[in-house]
């Protein structure tokens, strides 16, 4: 056997013991066959397939045999035999490219697609609840980047690490100064989520990604509480994805200013930290200038938290009250001082220490206006949030992002349709015509393209962050179905899926712990420093991007095509980073499919 599928599969095993003490199990699918005949030139979700879903494979170069088959792992046994497409051109490499389709093969097990002349692919399995570790594992690697605690062996395994950045003696920058809090007062802002590959805490980036949590649970509420997880809080009676958003709700709750309700941009330190573990990386932090942005993603957030962690005012008493008074002092704050935009170079100018971290500047703000006012209006039920604010002030329906949180102040408005008010009620239909009309469009000309996933459209698809474009166009879809039971909205999302999990022109899967040829070597800082060969698991790379190149300090991309503009290495923070905002769409979107297919959907 290969040294890298020796590495796998102990990869594999590394991650099961992790997850043992919590009942789930690894995917089988990580064994690789005892042969050397392994091509990536045959590309696949190498995690597997649901029985009754499509099944396909993208086989690329050129290659003269017409006929594929579905074998056992050990290459004696044929399960199924196919035909290839006949050649395709790729739309931005020009590879010639063949599907194969074995969608009507549905007997569970471990196998390998087989193409003559060009060899075998990376192992995958058919089954029922094919993606739940990799849904429980993204949501477990928001647990490895906790702030302020010791990770332990009995819920980190190999990646325990000792606790870093306390963060009770952060500094008040003179951005942020003000008279009850003047510059170099000190304050206490532990706990949160390290944002990304670096140490720093980012409330704007903070908000889409508990977004997008909290939506998860209150979409698939059954089957998120199906999960346990082996964290600290697993058996509480909480369901383990609220007990670890709330590691990040009670930090984002410091960050506001109590004297006014402003909410601090970021915590941070004036630089990024060297390549080195958490808890050796001391040097003094900082809460950054108030703004906006950081206000209304902080009251969208607390008020969505209210409403989903009522459920559980027994387990935590008082804090769905306390997260919704936090909700509308940031908003009032916000209608007070609707533009103070991030501006950091232009901060930097007034104010020393300089910051030079992630900036995450957005200067329209419309949208996390519509966000928050729908978040405050869809718990309160008071209309004068609803109103302050125009829901609908174009026709165009922008996928989310950090920067572009409008859609999900639409999905909750439409998740709790019934229980609005006449006021609220009376937009709900244009609403979901559009958010139709956004997945019909995601659809459109799927099936005519090289890899027949929604992701890659067009090379506007490939950004910094990629991963999530494919991940929150999966959400889209899944929202389109929850309105339509159309089960071609499943499909669609379930094509991302594969997408992200090796069904692209790289042929990485971009889940660290999961697929034969998963991402190795993320930009993350715990992961380069802990001396353990293998990522942490569960983090989702960044994933290709069309100008990587030229955004980053990397000299090993091996390809200027947009979809294929990615790069194993730890030096490529515009391909290869991890982050929370990531992370977050991917748990959705696996998680939700999950949840489906358990109900028949799939």
């Known amino acids: 056997m290969p040294n890298s599928m020796i590495k796998t599969a102990l990869y594999g095993l590394a991650v099961a013991v992790l997850f043992s003490c919590s009942g789930l199990k690894p995917e089988s699918g990580t064994r690789a066959p005892q042969q050397q005949q392994l091509s990536g030139n045959i590309r696949l979700n190498q995690v597997g397939f649901y029985p009754n879903a499509t099944k396909l494979a993208v086989v690329v170069g050129d290659n003269s045999g017409g006929k594929f088959f579905v074998k056992s792992t050990d290459l004696q046994k044929t399960l199924y035999t196919g035909q290839l497409t006949e050649p395709k051109a790729n739309e931005f490499s020009g590879r010639p490219t063949r599907v194969a389709d074995f969608s009507a093969f549905t007997a569970a097990g471990s196998y390998v697609l087989v193409v003559p002349e060009v060899g075998h692919s990376y192992p995958f399995e058919i089954k029922q609840n094919v993606h739940r570790e990799a849904a429980a ?84 509420p059954e089957y998120f509480a199906s999960l346990e997880l082996n964290i600290p809080e697993s058996g509480n009676g909480v369901p383990d994805l609220l007990d670890e958003s709330l590691w990040n709700l009670r930090w984002m709750l410091t960050m506001q200013d109590p004297h006014d309700g402003g909410v601090y941009h970021k915590l941070t330190n004036p630089a990024f930290d060297g390549m080195v ?45 306390s997260c919704l008074a936090a909700a509308t002092s940031a908003w009032q ?11 950091q170079d232009t901060m930097n100018k007034q104010f020393k220490p300089e910051v030079t971290t992630g900036a995450y500047g957005d200067r329209e703000l419309s949208d996390e206006f519509i966000w928050a006012a729908a978040e405050l209006y869809a718990t309160t039920k008071q209309d004068s949030f609803y109103t302050a604010v125009n829901m609908l002030p174009d026709q165009n329906m922008p996928l ?25 009620r009376k937009a709900l239909p ?58 071609k909205y499943i499909r669609g999302a379930v094509s991302n899926l594969d997408y992200l999990l090796g069904r692209n022109a790289t042929g990485y899967s ?5 697929g034969g040829k998963p991402t190795l070597h993320p930009h993350h800082r715990p992961s380069i420093a802990d001396g353990i060969a293998d990522p942490v698991p569960g983090l989702l790379s960044g994933g290709t991007n069309a100008r990587a190149d030229k955004q980053d300090n990397c000299t090993t991309y091996s390809s200027t095509f947009p979809d294929e503009m990615y790069t194993d290495d730890d030096c490529s923070y515009a ?9 977050a769409p991917f748990v959705y979107l696996a998680g939700g499919l999950e949840a489906l297919q358990a109900k028949g959907a799939l």
């Open 137 to 220: 594992a993204a949501i477990k690697g928001f647990y490895f980047q906790r702030v302020s605690v010791e990770l332990p062996e009995r819920y980190a395994g190999q990646w325990a690490r000792p606790a870093g950045h306390p963060d009770k003696n952060v500094l008040v920058h003179p951005s942020a100064a003000s008279a009850q809090r003047p510059a170099g007062t000190v304050l206490s802002s532990p706990r949160g989520w390290y944002d990304a590959g670096d140490y720093n805490k980012y409330i704007v980036n903070s908000g889409i990604t508990m977004g997008t949590l909290l939506a998860a649970y209150e979409d698939f």
């Open 575 to 583: 391909s290869n980073e991890i982050a929370i905002n990531w992370n």
């Open 333 to 343: 704050w916000a209608r007070k001082n609707p533009a103070v935009r991030y501006e």
């Open 430 to 487: 244009e609403i979901k015509a559009r958010m139709v009309g956004m997945a019909d469009a995601l659809l459109d000309g799927v099936d005519a393209r090289t890899y027949r996933t929604v992701m890659g459209k067009t090379e506007k698809d490939y950004v910094w962050g990629s991963s999530a474009v494919a991940a929150n166009q999966g959400i889209a879809l899944l929202q389109a179905y929850r309105l339509t039971n159309d089960k």
């Open 277 to 321: 573990m958490p808890d050796a990386a001391t040097n003094p932090r900082y809460v950054v200038q108030k703004g906006t942005a950081a206000a209304l993603d902080f009251a969208a957030v607390m008020a969505q938290a209210s409403r989903v962690y009522r459920t559980y005012s027994r387990e935590y008493p008082g804090l769905a009250d």
């Open 400 to 424: 989310p992002s950090w920067a572009q949180v409008r859609l999900l102040g639409y999905y909750t408005l439409v998740r709790l349709g019934d229980s609005l008010t006449p006021v609220g």
């Open 510 to 514: 971009f889940l660290t712990g999961f």
